[in-house]
């Protein structure tokens, strides 16, 4: 089978799949909802990486947040575009992916009226090596300790995405 990674697969309120649709026309001010995934990327010393939105990025551009986030191609399992996806932004290999919040879903409105509505599982995974951001996706990333990423969330939410703040939340501020 042949994937088509110019469509998203819009989802009703359970996550049963209704329709596809093309990726560039899904985010607008009545975004319907659509299936797609988050990463945390650990290092082997116990550091998360986080990563700042491109300034080009249609949604939330400049904002800091999880190490990546993605879509799943229509059928394409969600694992494996989770794979894809660490290649493709942040020119990265992992292991060990993990589920961490499989429920997650959120609706957000940015600054600019664009909305997000999806449904997210929410993944863990472990480098393999050290990131090597695509320009288009990712304009600086760092390696943090999970402390110093609730701090500066707690200290300056607004810097920083509100999926990775739900999140974070969801997960009680726990280790990522």
């Known amino acids: 089978m042949t994937l088509d990674y110019t469509l998203v697969q819009l ?11 093309p990726k560039a026309s899904v985010h607008g001010t009545e975004t319907p909802l659509h299936l797609a995934f988050s990463c945390h990327v650990e290092d ?4 998360v990486l986080v990563t ?9 551009p400049g904002v ?5 986030c993605g879509h799943p191609a229509p ?29 997650f ?5 940015d600054a600019s009226g664009l909305v997000e509505n999806e449904i ?7 480098a393999v090596g050290e990131p090597a951001p ?20 707690v200290a300056a939410p607004y810097a920083f995405s509100p999926w990775l703040r739900l999140q974070l939340q969801q997960l009680g501020l726990a280790s990522l």
């Open 120 to 126: 997210c599982p929410v993944f863990r995974a472990q």
């Open 75 to 103: 059928g394409e399992p969600v694992e494996d575009a989770v794979r894809r996806r660490a290649r493709e932004e942040l020119g990265l290999e992992i292991e060990a992916l993990t589920p961490i919040l499989p429920d």
């Open 11 to 21: 989802v009703d309120d359970d996550g049963t799949p209704l329709r596809t649709v």
């Open 52 to 60: 700042r939105r491109a300034l080009t990025k249609a949604t939330w």
């Open 44 to 47: 082997g010393e116990g550091r």
């Open 105 to 109: 879903r959120y609706r957000a409105v």
């Open 134 to 153: 695509s320009s288009d996706e990712v304009c600086e990333w760092e390696w943090t300790t999970p402390e110093r990423l609730r701090a500066a969330v």
């Open 64 to 68: 800091w947040t999880n190490s990546f």
